[in-house]
């Protein structure tokens, strides 16, 4: 069962256009929203993130966007790049039951194809 | 800085092989864990470990045992290799404790085939 749940699976967009990928969780206890992106061949890295208590956070052309009330978060390219094609990969940090870490759940990831 | 480092890069293996995944880190960071990454799923937490001699089990752990004897050390052993296992494998670290957690820093990956 996937805890965050994202959209769309693959996106194509022109070069100087929006992108916008969604994503969605159920669970409450969810306290932070990272945003990581994957070059094919390499690890994902994080890219940016947002708190609960923010409704947006911009970092150049990336913005994310939060509704706490419909437990849902949205990444926004700007100007879209054929730099910025890759894997997308939302992701939320809860506690673990044990109290002693972190746990980072990732979406299921969005393949982005900027064309030039 | 190396960063997260992860040996071999690419493994084929018949079924009932075991194996080692290798992963180190030099930034001293306490937190370290592995994922397995496989289309449409995302990345899935199999082991994770908090600090030296500390290990827990994350979302998908059998199969795979993982044992933390150094801060920089943390590999994984798939006790006996199954087609199901073949999958793309991360090593990742972090400083624990407050919203530097989140930072994960990832190593470039294992590809593992269990024919």
């Known amino acids: 069962q996937q805890q965050v749940k994202q959209s769309p699976q693959s996106l194509i967009v022109q070069k100087g256009g929006i992108s916008i990928i969604n994503c969605a969780y159920e669970n409450t206890a969810f306290d932070y929203f990272p945003w990581y992106q994957q070059f094919p061949g390499k690890g994902p890295a994080l890219l940016i993130a947002i708190r609960p208590d923010v409704s947006e956070k911009k970092e150049g052309r990336f913005t994310i966007s939060f509704n706490k009330s419909a437990k849902q978060f949205s990444l926004h390219i700007m100007d879209s790049q054929p730099g910025d094609s890759a894997t997308y990969f939302c992701?939320?940090?809860?506690?673990?039951?044990?109290?002693?870490?972190?746990?980072?759940?990732f979406g299921s990831g969005t393949q982005l194809t900027v064309l030039p | 800085n190396a960063g997260v480092t992860q040996t071999p890069k690419f493994q084929v293996l018949k079924t009932g092989q075991s194996m080692t995944l290798q992963c180190a880190q030099d930034?001293?960071?306490?937190?370290m864990s592995w994922y397995r990454q496989d289309p449409g799923m995302g990345l899935r937490l199999i082991h994770y470990s908090v600090g030296a001699g500390i290990t827990d089990q994350g979302e998908v752990p059998n199969g795979y045992n993982v044992s933390r004897s150094t801060t920089e050390d943390f590999p994984l052993r798939l006790l006996s290799a199954a087609p199901s296992q073949t999958s793309v494998y991360f090593c990742?670290?972090?400083?624990?404790?407050?919203?530097?957690?989140?930072?994960?820093?990832f190593g470039p990956g294992t590809r593992l085939t269990v024919l």
């Open positions: 930034m001293n960071h306490e937190y």
């Open positions: 990742a670290s972090s400083q624990r404790g407050g919203y530097s957690y989140n930072e994960q820093f």
């Open positions: 992701a939320a940090t809860s506690t673990i039951s044990s109290g002693s870490a972190r746990q980072l759940t």
